[in-house]
């Protein structure tokens, strides 16, 4: 390296002042590279979104990289774990934008840490894109901040546009004690009396709680209820969905987005039979119509995520591959990485097709979904079906 | 409102009986050696993870459930043999601060070996609910309840009939005198680690079928288990039982009654009380000394 450096700093002499900064991460050779940093939540509670979204970065990088880079140029991964703490997040997200100097930033996993990152990013003017999923990273907007999941408030309208096409108009809540479960009950709380639904109930339950029979049996002996949601995440979902079979209970029960996983129907079993979701496209690539604009993208995705990691493709992994493919086009369009121009064109981005849906983004949404995003789904004989929409 | 009673009743008599086992491994180790072992969670995870394993390669069901206990006792006794009896010298403080050491090390393990996802075990007999005077229950449930009426008949065979278990019992009482009636007390360390960590496991293997497990999974029940085993009186083997069972049904009540939200406060409000209020627990021993 030293002997590269000389030759730089003989050739350059002007550039003497910073070179030694530069030299040391880069081979001379080629031209800088852009520098894509990440933070994710690889291990801890939140791993089961970190994990496939960690795989999805390196696997299109690599490619990306091998079909000759973007303008000319390669891309290069920081990625660091931050275990789903937000305080992780924080140092990690400084070490980007301090140490590391990246262009952009795809992460955090959990809107916890991505909360964490926001202050930071805005100071040092570095794009971010998110992939956590609550409403509060994009709304207010943020100059430079933007997000490619769904919202939970967008899986609360779609939840309660399905139930009004079925009539259910007296719905219980249940939710966990996490980020994201609190996050979407509010939502919904909010977005109920659009649809004319009424939340008769309102329960919670704790996130490493292991028996809901209580919470469920209130539920059971409220008069009225016609439908239950749980706002939920992780294995909460799948013991509620157990507990209620386990409890009798009939009337027709919802999951978030938050569960669209083959995991859920395999922790739930039996018991998941009628639960409806809604969720992203991706998980229903095989037997979306093929009229669908979403399917060549989402078969793509999961063909080639599937091959290379031998493990079922989820949403998340989605995100991050939305993400790249967001900030690696907004690139291309500002022509390179001047920070100014390139969150200019991501917040252009239109009719980008991606695994969540197709993004138009705009100076009010940093985000560009729409209902039609999400894809309203029922358990039938272990797998999913697509439940046919109803006139919104 | 009867009929929810009961089911609140049987919600909190399952998660009560695990509770008592986890607080039984608790009580038997502090017995052994005055040292609170902070890795019985981790036994409860390794039992349980290691029974979804045995299951997933087409071990019969009752041999995966056997073979997890000998896993954990295993996993148990070398972490006796290696990093506890390596430390003949260290006090009680410094045991204490070895086995959270080892209850990270082995969570971090459990992350290699197996994976950070959640598994579930299929069942003992079933999932088909049981009605029981307007509650209905699974049968995963009768199998903890009844798996636990057997364990402590089993344990007070072995404490009251057996030389072992007479010995553990002896050192317990009074270790000093035990070692000069020429009671083994190193073996008795030993084996009430492998005795802990087997109980940990059968909890593990018992509740996998109804909350699932994760490598994880040990950090909320070792300190649930810990927070009956103060409540009954650390060290005591009824009160460990009433301690978890009790522990159960208060969790389950005030879920149901109070608020859910607060279901985990109430469990460690009841220990800092009881800490602070009657340290020797419901059933615990009066530390007197005789002159």
Redesign the interface.
Known sequence: MAVICKARVSMLVAAIAFSGAICAVVPASAQEPIRIGAFLSV?G?A??LG?PEQKTLEMYIERINAAGGVTGRKLQLVVYDDGGDADKARTFTKRLLEQDKVDIIVGGSTTGTTMAAVPLVEQAQVPLVSLAGAVVIVEPTKKWVFKTPHTDRMACEKIFADMRGRKLTKVALISG?GGFDKSMRGECLKVAGKYGVDIVAD????A????????L??IK?TPSVQAVLNCGF??GP??VT?NY????LTTPLYQSHGVASK?FI??A???AEGVRLPAAALLVADILPESDAQKPVVVAYKRDYEAKYKSDVSTFGGHAYDGLMLAVDAIKRAGGTDKAKLRDALESTRGYIGTAGVVNMSSADHMGLDLTAFRMLEVRNGGWVLVKETAM | MDSQWTQFLAGGLTAGSVYALVALGYSIIFNASRVINFAQGEFVMIGGMSAVSLVATGVPMPIAVAGAVVIASIVGLLLEKLAVERAPRADVVTLIIITIGASIFLRGLAQLVWDKAIHPLPPFSGDRPIAVLGATIVPQSLWVLGAMVVIVAALSWFFGRTLLGKAMLATSHNRLAAQLVGIDVAKVLFASFGLAAALGAIAGVLIAPITFTSYDVGVMLGLKGFAAAILGGLGSFAGAIVGGLVLGLLESLSAGYVSSAYKDVVAFLIMLVVLFFRPRGILGALQSVRV
């Open positions: 291990t509670p791993a089961f994990d004690a329960e919670s339950y704790g490493a709680d292991t028996d809901m029979t209580a919470q049996t209130k002996g992780g294995q799948a013991i157990k079979k386990q409890l009798g995991e395999k922790l079993g039996d018991a």
